[in-house]
């Protein structure tokens, strides 16, 4: 399960990340500025795809009495 950003809203990430850390990214030069940017947004994206596919594995635990009973939803 594969999510990927438009491209017009991914730039708009890039923009925001590069707002967003402008003080600490300020010694770089700008095409490595554009390159952080990129990765912040792909972590980000990779970051969304792993916590929806653990929540989609979710397991919920039962415990009623004497016994446990495990789910995956």
Same mark, same amino acid.
């Given at each position: &399960?594969?999510? @990927?950003?438009? +491209?017009k #809203? *991914?730039?708009?990430?890039? #923009?925001? &990340? /590069?707002? $967003?850390?402008? #003080?600490?990214m300020? @010694?770089?030069?700008?095409e490595? *500025?554009?390159? &952080? /940017?990129?990765?912040?947004? +792909?972590?980000?994206? @990779?970051r969304?795809c $792993?916590l929806t *596919?653990?929540?989609l #594995?979710?397991k919920?635990? &039962?415990i009623?009495e004497?016994?446990?009973? $495990?789910?995956?939803?």
């Open positions: &399960m594969k999510q @990927s950003f438009v +491209s #809203n *991914r730039k708009e990430l890039e #923009n925001k &990340m /590069a707002k $967003v850390f402008e #003080n600490d300020k @010694s770089l030069p700008v490595l *500025r554009k390159i &952080m /940017a990129n990765d912040l947004v +792909s972590a980000f994206e @990779s969304l $792993v *596919r653990a929540q #594995n979710l919920f635990v &039962m009623t004497g016994e446990v009973k $495990v789910e995956t939803v």
